[in-house]
Nanobody, 124 residues
Framework: QVQLVESGGGLVQAGESLLLSCQIS????????LGWFRQGPGKEREFVAV????????NYTDSVKGRFRISRDYSKKSVQLRMNSLTPEDTGVYYC?????????????????WGQGTQVTVAS
């Protein structure tokens, strides 16, 4: 059973940065892909970024390209999301999710395990 715990959320001003972390526990080896999703107030959960844990291949939603960077840390068995130049539109609860298949999927329904989420609020 995979367990995911997010951390690093908070309240920041527009233009500032945050680093989110997703700690992975349960399996000896991390398989498949890890994704970050977010859900803003009154909105559906949406894809933000994904990384294939084995080889580091990544993909991003268009609105965060050039501002956000997803990475993984083998030694800590974790995945990070560095978020720069934040805007109020980035506000929401950010979730880490894992899918054991190797395909870089964007739909939340394709993911098998989810964390509880961490709140990110960007003030204008």
């Amino acid at each position: 059973q995979v367990q995911l715990v997010e951390s690093g959320g908070g309240l920041v001003q527009a233009g500032e940065s945050l680093l989110l972390s997703c700690q992975i526990s349960g399996p000896t080896y991390v398989r498949g892909v890890l994704g970050w999703f977010r859900q803003g107030p009154g909105k559906e959960r949406e894809f933000v970024a994904v990384i294939r844990y084995r080889d580091g291949t990544t993909n991003y939603t268009d609105s965060v390209k050039g501002r956000f960077r997803i990475s993984r840390d083998y030694s800590k068995k974790s995945v990070q999301l560095r978020m720069n130049s934040l805007t109020p539109e980035d506000t929401g609860v950010y979730y880490c999710a894992q899918r054991e298949d190797l395909r870089l999927e964007f739909a939340p329904t394709k993911y098998d395990y989810w964390g509880q989420g961490t709140q990110v609020t960007v003030a204008s």
